[in-house]
């Protein structure tokens, strides 16, 4: 009889002993909007790195050429810490880009010259306002610290490729959207809000993406 006291006595140690850790493996699963966040910005890096090694191959002007190589290259780095992150977190995440970026990659394949330059640098300004937009939201809303400081170290990148972007943009010609990526007047003097959002490949065009509030998004490929 005693022996059964000891045992359930045992038992009841043991069980105690698991909640807590099953209770610390729950709260270390990212939150949805972490794990959105990666998959939206790893699909990003995909389509940054096929566009860029497109700028490369197929631009016109040197300029885009090289903020092309930039853009593989910093897009490269930043997606090796997403992958790493997403593992370590158990996040699966996409093979390719989304549809929308899809869509704009296959029209940047058909175009050449100075029609490729134009079409690609308002793909990648409208492109770069909503990623600049998702990690600003999950530097807000983020939960899980290593993702959060991912996006804390991508913004200051994706803002300067915006910066870049927009000094390209008024030398082609090449309309900049109203306001820039962080809320405030674009590089380009204006100081109107966007009503009409931007149009572009969405981050997050596969519904995983929360744009920051007031915004809109407008997955139609841009126009050249």
Known sequence: MWGIKRLGLLAALVVVGLAPAAAAQAAAQPSTQDTQYLQAVHQVNLFEITAGNLAQQKGQNQQVKDLGKMFVTDHTQLDQ???????????????????????????????????????????????????????????SQGSEQSVVQLAQDALPVLQAHYDALVALAQTLGVPVPQTSASGTPSPGGTTSPGTGGTESPAPGGNGTEEPAPGTTETPAPAQS
């Open 81 to 139: 810490t997403v992958q790493s992150t997403a593992q370590q977190l158990n996040v699966q995440l996409p093979a390719d880009p989304t549809a929308d970026q899809q869509k704009v990659l296959d029209k940047l394949n058909g175009l050449n010259g100075a029609q490729f330059d134009k079409a690609w640098v308002t793909a990648q300004l409208a492109g770069h306002v909503q990623a600049i937009q998702a990690t600003q939201t999950e530097i």
